[in-house]
């Protein structure tokens, strides 16, 4: 008898509209291979919910909080649910900014872009370096990021971030070609470069059709496709990843890609960056949807 699959999309994140799609494009990829797929909306009722579709294996497709860090896989392990993706404790990890910059600093193929943790009750350091971009550490979709000019625009932003947690990250900004690299089960795919039409990259850029260009291969240089692709593998493995995870590079004028972020659950439409770059090395999105369901399993095994 076939499992049967519970597709976690929605969710209670700033996200949710996102994941949504998501969790639809990967439902109906699964049944179209022939799965038995329950889709269920992710809520405080969710372990009612998988217990009344009788779900076997959850094939997890939130994006942001209670769904990308953590905290949705380690309510699966003590329901012994495999699931999809990285296990509780790396999902939480990446899922932090500051905390990923910290792990991955001693990780000789990385650069970094430098930074500074500001928190709530600190003042504006005079040292700044100007434009600094401001982020809030949990946050994804560039959902809480912005690029500030001057000590002004940095305390508007500021108060912004902090409606999200009392740690700001403060980071040199990188000019250049921004690009992102999936790692799928620790093998790199095709590097993709993205343009967006008024320079940067934030969430209506990423959710409107028509406002950015996508460009699979990235025109970027041999040397720059292998530096990003082992930085984005030495992450993964660092960080202890699982399934697909896509790290982002902003490309300087010297050739050098410096690593931003990586994200454990990458948007998962026909359309989205991660399929884009396996479908350039021959994997279909519904092989790809597939291959991670049959790579859910659980992290953790009871120690009684």
Known sequence: MSPIIGVLKGGMSSERAVSLKSGEAVAAALRSRGHTVVEIDVGPDLPQQLIAGGIDVAWIALHG???????????LEIMRIPYTGSSMAA???AMD????????????????PGDRVWR????????LTWPVVAKTPNGGSTIGVYICKDAGELERALVKCTEWGEEVLLEDRIVGEEITVA???????????????????????????????????APIAD?????????????????????????DFIVDADGIPWFLEINTIPGMTATSLS???????GISFEELVERLMKSARLHL???V
């Open 97 to 112: 900014k500051i905390r990923t910059k910290r792990m991955l600093q001693d990780v000789a193929v990385m650069h970094l």
């Open 275 to 281: 399929p884009m770059a396996a479908g350039a090395t």
């Open 120 to 127: 709530t009750g600190d003042g504006i350091d005079d040292d």
């Open 301 to 303: 095994q009871p120690s």
């Open 183 to 217: 790692v799928l089960d620790g093998t790199p795919l095709t590097p993709v470069a993205i343009r967006p039409a008024d320079g940067f990259f934030d969430f209506e850029a990423k959710y409107t059709k028509g406002q950015t260009e996508y460009i699979v291969p």
């Open 65 to 75: 909080a209670f769904g990308e860090d953590g905290c949705v896989q380690g309510l």
């Open 223 to 247: 040397a720059v496709t292998t530096s990003a692709s082992a930085q984005a593998v030495a992450a993964y493995r660092t960080l202890a990843l699982s399934g697909i995870a896509r790290a």
């Open 91 to 93: 999902s939480a990890v």
